[in-house]
């Protein structure tokens, strides 16, 4: 069984930053993709940014120059460091994780719980 573990959510005041954690355990062997994703109060679930195994970043247009991806492949852990937060960031992050576990022969995409991120003054 796969678990990830995130952390980091909070209330933040609009200009401050916030620094999401996940890290992924239990049988999860190798892990390819990480990334994170949000979705607003009534709005869909949205692509935040992902990295790969080897460092190649995405981000969503809108958050490029304020939110950076990184992760330790060592400790399973993917990071997102969000500064310049503005109170439209308000949302839930989930983590995401593409990676293999034992006992499967395909690769397998995983889900964190979400983290509660709000932006207000």
């Known amino acids: 069984q796969v678990q990830l573990v995130e952390s980091g959510g909070g209330l933040v005041q609009p200009g401050g930053s916030l620094r999401l954690s996940c890290a992924a355990s239990?049988?999860?062997?190798?892990?390819?993709?990480m990334g994170w994703y949000r979705q607003g109060p009534g709005k869909q679930r949205e692509l935040v940014a992902t990295i790969t195994s080897r460092g190649i970043t995405n981000y969503a247009d809108s958050l490029k120059g304020r939110f950076t991806i990184s992760r330790d492949n060592a400790k399973r852990a993917v990071y997102l460091q969000m500064n310049s937060l503005k109170p439209e960031d308000t949302a839930v992050y989930y983590c995401?994780?593409?990676?293999?576990?034992?006992?499967?022969?395909?690769?397998?995409?995983?889900w964190g719980q979400g983290t509660q991120v709000t932006v207000s003054s």
């Open positions: 239990g049988s999860i062997s190798s892990i390819d993709i």
């Open positions: 995401n994780v593409d990676g293999y576990e034992a006992g499967y022969i395909y690769p397998r995409n995983y």
